[in-house]
T-cell receptor, first 115, second 116 residues
Framework: AQTVTQSQPEMSVQEAETVTLSCTYD???????LFWYKQPPSRQMILVIR??????QNATENRFSVNFQKAAKSFSLKISDSQLGDTAMYFC????????????FGGGTRLMVKP | ETGVTQTPRHLVMGMTNKKSLKCEQH?????MYWYKQSAKKPLELMFV???????ENNSVPSRFSPECPNSSHLFLHLHTLQPEDSALYLC???????????????FGPGTRLLVL
C-alpha cells in the first residue's frame, strides 16, 4: 500500500514571493505518477501539475514547478511569484500505474497568500 | 456546461431520510469516481466505475449505494446515514482506469452533506 505525507498543515507566503510545499510518499512500485491538486475555497479540485516517475526532468507549468527526488521519495511543489488566487488547499497524490487509476492523497497543506 | 458538475451543492438530511447525489461529466470520459472528504482526513476513494461497471468498492458501508446508468452520470444514493457521514462528497472522472499517462482525474465542485 502507498502512503502520502504532507508535513505542513498550513503555510503562508507574501504576494509575489516563492513558497515550497513538501510531499513525501512511500511505495515499492517503480511505475507511478505523482500529482499536485489545488482546492480553492470554492472547493473545485484542480490539477496543478503531474510528474511521471520515469522522467528525470522536473515538471513545470508556468509559475508552478516540482522538485522530484525519486530516491528520497520526495515531490515538492514550488510556487513562484505567488498570487492571491493561489490561496487554497494543496493536495499531493500518488497513482500506481499498475493498479488502475486510483489516487492516494496526502492530508493537504493550506496555503494562504497575503497581500 | 463543461467539466464535471455535481448537484446539489449543499444537502442537510436526517438520519432516516433517503437522498441522492448526482454527478455529471461533460468530458467524454468513461470512468467516474466518488470520494469522501472529511475534516482533517485525506480524501478517501469510495467507488470507481469504468464503462458503467463498478470496479472498486473501498469497503464502503451499504448505506451508500452508487449507481452509474451511463458513462456520463453517476449517483450516490444515501439512506439511514450517521452524523459521522457528514463530509464533502467529490465526484471525479477520467478517460479510463488503466493508469495511462492521459488518465488524469478531473473533479467536480462537491456536495457538502450534513447529517443531523
Amino acid at each position: 500500500a502507498q502512503t502520502v505525507t504532507q508535513s505542513q498543515p498550513e503555510m503562508s507566503v507574501q504576494e509575489a514571493e516563492t513558497v515550497t510545499l513538501s510531499c513525501t510518499y512511500d511505495t515499492s512500485e517503480s511505475n507511478y505518477y505523482l500529482f499536485w491538486y489545488k482546492q480553492p475555497p470554492s472547493r473545485q479540485m484542480i490539477l496543478v501539475i503531474r510528474q511521471e516517475a520515469y522522467k528525470q526532468q522536473n515538471a513545470t507549468e508556468n509559475r508552478f514547478s516540482v522538485n522530484f527526488q525519486k530516491a528520497a521519495k520526495s515531490f515538492s511543489l514550488k510556487i513562484s511569484d505567488s498570487q492571491l488566487g493561489d490561496t487554497a488547499m494543496y493536495f499531493c497524490a500518488f497513482r500506481n500505474n499498475n493498479a488502475g487509476n486510483m489516487l492516494t492523497f496526502g492530508g493537504g497543506t493550506r496555503l494562504m497568500v497575503k497581500p | 456546461e463543461t467539466g464535471v458538475t455535481q448537484t446539489p451543492r449543499h444537502l442537510v438530511m436526517g438520519m432516516t431520510n433517503k437522498k441522492s447525489l448526482k454527478c455529471e461529466q461533460h468530458l467524454g470520459h468513461n470512468a467516474m469516481y466518488w470520494y469522501k472528504q472529511s475534516a482533517k482526513k485525506p480524501l478517501e476513494l469510495m467507488f470507481v466505475y469504468n464503462f458503467k461497471e463498478q470496479t472498486e468498492n473501498n469497503s464502503v458501508p451499504s448505506r451508500f449505494s452508487p449507481e452509474c446508468p451511463n458513462s456520463s452520470h453517476l449517483f450516490l444514493h444515501l439512506h439511514t446515514l450517521q452524523p459521522e457521514d457528514s463530509a464533502l462528497y467529490l465526484c471525479a472522472s477520467s478517460q479510463a482506469t488503466s493508469g495511462r499517462a492521459w488518465e488524469t482525474q478531473y473533479f467536480g465542485p462537491g456536495t457538502r452533506l450534513l447529517v443531523l
